[in-house]
């Protein structure tokens, strides 16, 4: 058992995690009534890696900010930067092609329960509520925007302590990254516990309908991933993009599409910055950070989902609107929370750019719900894989102004 368990971890853990979705699927076709205690591997993998990423973002950043020293320089200002520009120009692409591909939707109901904020002034006061968040509180609810703050005040408070203080932060540091790497080992288990339950649970039949909805928001998101991300990458570094590309998306965006959350995927997205040798100084707050507000893909979703509501009514919309709607969909993707579904919420504050009364935005945001089981899965693929492609991005455009030679480890 020890030989075949020692020869099971030498297999790469993305073939080991599409074994898991191979044996998820044909349980799922097959025994879907008696395999149903599978679906707990999926709930365990997924409420493992939320557990584990509040606790192992606040000493991680805390650790990092604390060893700085003043002159070394960081990328942080170039992945902010390249996080704006990658978020607008999915807004963009959303836009463009609700104009090319206008769709029409059958509303529903379903979402009149939900409270959607009441403008964007509401989404950016939330944000600055978060960063004054009690920081027990913000560890309990996973408020990252507020950990990142008292993480990053406190190592700057940590600064001048004593070494043995820093190693002691370095020891709890290195400890919590092996309990990821831990959690990280078990992805194969628990993504083949989120296939059964996805398709035992939502099947595909419901999606039908929404087929052309769904073409066009899937179309949007993949372009961005393999064309829009790969120019403004080949534009920083001058290199081939596709194989830090594709190294991002199948290495984070297959987890993060079946967690569906960017929150969950946090320390899949550390260890993968640590393969590819990136400066943990950097990567530990940028990750965290992009979680939080590098959200193409939820502009993606806002920007479709607000123009199919105006295509169904028959409202007229100009060019000027149509541009205020990209920066619109880009500062709400932003405010966009890191949970499944998230990015939903936003549309109606986008709809009222076209005086769309509330109750038939929550008509919209009912059939993101129904399209959801592919929609938020790819949307966060795109989000989660893009926060690692930009991290890397901006400390591999470094290297080549310095005239260093860039190694991409795909």
């Excluded at 893909?297 to 409202?315: D, F, K, N, Q, Y």
Aim: proline residues 4%; charged residues 10%; aromatic residues 8%.
């Amino acid at each position: 058992m020890k030989n075949l368990i020692h020869k099971w971890n030498q297999v790469s853990l993305v073939k080991r995690i599409l074994v898991g979705i191979f044996i998820g699927i044909i349980l799922a076709l097959t025994i879907p009534n008696t395999a149903e205690w599978i679906t707990i591997f999926g709930t365990l993998f997924v409420g493992a890696l939320k557990a584990v990423a509040p606790i192992l973002v606040l000493f991680l950043v805390m650790h990092a900010i604390s060893k700085h020293r003043s002159g070394n320089r960081t990328n942080m200002k170039s992945i902010l930067v390249l996080y704006g520009i990658s978020t607008f120009l999915a807004g963009f692409v959303g836009v463009l092609a609700s104009f090319i591909f206008p769709v029409s939707l059958s509303l529903t109901t379903g979402a009149e329960d939900l409270t959607p904020p009441g403008g964007i002034v509401e989404v950016i006061q939330t944000l600055l509520f978060n960063i004054v968040d009690n920081p027990i509180n913000a560890l309990l609810n996973a408020n990252y925007i507020g950990i990142l703050t008292w993480a990053i005040l406190l190592g700057l408070a940590l600064r001048k302590a004593a070494d043995s203080t820093k190693n002691v932060l370095a020891n709890f540091s290195d400890a919590i990254s092996v309990l990821v790497k831990w959690v990280i080992n078990l992805a194969p288990l628990g993504i083949m516990g989120l296939v059964f339950e996805a398709i035992v649970t939502n099947g595909l039949s419901a999606l039908l309908d929404y087929g052309k909805l769904l073409l066009v928001l899937l179309g949007c998101m993949f372009f961005v991933a393999l064309v829009i991300n790969p120019i403004i990458v080949f534009i920083n570094i001058r290199k081939n993009p596709y194989p830090l590309v594709f190294k991002c998306i199948k290495e984070s965006g297959i987890t993060a599409f079946f967690t569906r959350s960017s929150a969950a995927n946090i320390p899949i997205n550390m260890n993968l910055c640590e393969k590819l040798d990136l400066d943990k100084d950097t990567y530990s707050v940028s990750i965290p950070l992009g979680a939080t507000i590098n959200m193409a893909g939820a502009a993606v979703t806002i920007s479709v989902l607000t123009l199919a509501a105006v295509h169904t009514l028959g409202i007229q919309i100009d060019i000027p609107t149509a541009v205020i709607l990209m920066v619109v969909s880009a500062i709400s993707a932003a405010g966009a929370s890191g949970v499944a579904g998230g990015s939903l919420l936003l549309i109606p504050l986008a709809c009222s750019l076209f005086g769309i009364p509330n109750d038939i935005a929550m008509q919209v945001v009912g059939v993101g719900f129904i399209i959801g089981v592919l929609q938020d899965s790819c949307e966060t693929a795109l989000n989660s894989s893009s926060d690692v492609l930009y991290t890397a991005t901006a400390e591999y455009a470094k290297k080549r102004r310095e005239g260093k030679e860039i190694i991409i480890n795909a």
